[in-house]
Nanobody
Framework: QVQLVESGGGLGQPGGSLRLSCAAV????????MGWYRQAPGKQRELVAV???????NYTDSVKGRFTISRDNAKNTVYLQMNSLKPEDTALYYC?????????????????WGQGTQVTVSS
């Protein structure tokens, strides 16, 4: 009933910038938190940043001051602006959303994941 569609990954240079977008589409009644996770080869998936419906944000220490998460509630879209990129930011980035869904008969809440978008930082 709900899909998260990501875009904006690719190749970035050290010190450069990339911007990720993730749009939630489907039978959405409301969205609580939205966030970005990443998984590098051989490592566990980790939380990068999260934003609540009220705009409160939280970041993992390694990206604080470099990455900014934001959202457009009218478009059900979350963004991740990544500045001052480092090679260690290279990973598959996943969008995540805590969505309240209306099935047409009843409401329920569920967690959804995007398909992942690759970010590679290299000169």
């Amino acid at each position: 009933q709900v899909q998260l569609v990501e875009s904006g990954g690719g190749l970035g240079q050290p010190g450069g910038s990339l911007r990720l977008s993730c749009a939630a589409v489907g039978s959405i009644f409301s969205i609580n938190s939205m966030g970005w996770y990443r998984q590098a080869p051989g490592k566990q998936r980790e939380l990068v940043a999260v934003i609540t419906s009220g705009g409160s944000t939280n970041y993992t220490d390694s990206v604080k001051g470099r990455f900014t998460i934001s959202r457009d509630n009218a478009k059900n879209t979350v963004y991740l602006q990544m500045n001052s990129l480092k090679p260690e930011d290279t990973a598959l980035y996943y969008c995540n959303a805590d969505v309240r869904v209306y099935s047409g008969v009843f409401y329920f809440s569920n967690e959804y994941w995007g398909q992942g978008t690759q970010v590679t930082v290299s000169s």
